[in-house]
């Protein structure tokens, strides 16, 4: 599809030499599945939405706590109690309507996650729970989807790329062990500012990957952010040779 | 003094440990992270067993899932 928009609107990231109109043109036609639209899902919904990634799905059942509102900026007091992904939709249709956005207000299971994934090009995990972690990895390595996944806790922060078709080591193989019931029943602290940091890095991985500079993006490495210490440490991730998903 | 890289870092060690030892000197909680030594990942329930070594590598990688 030809852009039928004003491209005034993305002028300052058209003379990026790695955008230009190509690069603006694959924007728009790419199609970005977000799955979470809390701390980490809002940054990065709305910086693919400013930047004019014409297709997003966003997938979220929960609604809008008055906890949540330290951290997920899409929304506001007077959205307690309402449908993230309803509230996620209109916020950024008006932020910018040259969007389309499909909305998933509904649980990811083993059951819908492959009939949901099969409509994207890439996927971002932006969900706050090693199960739904493990499920996305799974169906996006399942169906060779390239999948960005950041997380927080407390003052810090990861991220990385995985791209099924490069073969590339999974999250499963950055952490094999699943964490305990002790530790996943356990509610930690975070800060709006550290999801806001991973959040925009998903964008930009997302974005880098559909411009083609996957060869930049993060794979086979991951990301520590640690806020405290302001560093930014990248280590290499290898594939496990027992890896129940990747091997 | 033993020589070991943790999380990338060159580090000395005084006295030779175990790395439940390591952890619990450096306040970790070894419920909370993963474990690598020596590119190997460690159960949780043999991190008394490992002795560190001269020129061992500890990873240790914190539970992050949150968002």
Known sequence: ?247 | MINVKINGQNKKLKNKTNVADFLKNNNIDPIGVTVEHNLEVVNLENIAKIILKEGDILEILRFVGGG
């Open chain 1, 1 to 247: 599809m030809q852009i039928q928009v004003d491209l005034e609107r993305y002028r300052r990231q058209l003379l990026i030499e790695a955008i230009g109109k190509s690069g603006q043109q694959k924007l728009f036609d790419a199609k970005v599945l977000v799955c979470g639209a809390g701390g980490l899902g809002g940054p990065a919904l709305t910086y693919l939405a400013a930047a004019g990634v014409g297709n997003i799905g966003l997938c979220d059942f929960d609604v809008i706590e008055p906890s949540n509102l330290n951290r997920q900026i899409l929304y506001n007091c007077k959205d307690i109690k309402k449908s993230k992904a309803h509230i996620a939709k209109k916020k950024l249709k008006k932020f910018n309507p040259d969007v389309k956005i499909k909305i998933y207000p509904e649980k990811l299971t083993e059951e819908n996650i492959s009939d949901i994934l099969k409509n994207y090009d890439v996927v971002i995990d932006a969900v706050d729970n090693f199960k739904s972690r493990y499920l996305i990895n799974r169906a996006a390595y399942k169906s060779f989807i390239p999948l960005v996944c950041g997380a927080v806790c407390e003052l810090e922060g990861i991220l990385t790329v995985i791209i099924p078709k490069e073969n590339t080591s999974c999250l499963q193989c950055i952490y094999p062990i699943k964490p305990s019931t002790e530790l996943t029943s356990k509610v930690f602290g975070i800060l709006g500012a550290i999801a806001g940091i991973i959040g925009s890095l998903q964008a930009l991985e997302t974005i880098k990957f559909i411009l083609g500079l996957q060869h930049h993006c993060l794979k086979n490495k991951i990301l520590i952010f640690n806020g405290i210490e302001n560093t930014y440490r990248i280590r290499t991730t290898s594939k496990r040779k027992n890896c129940p998903v990747c091997r």
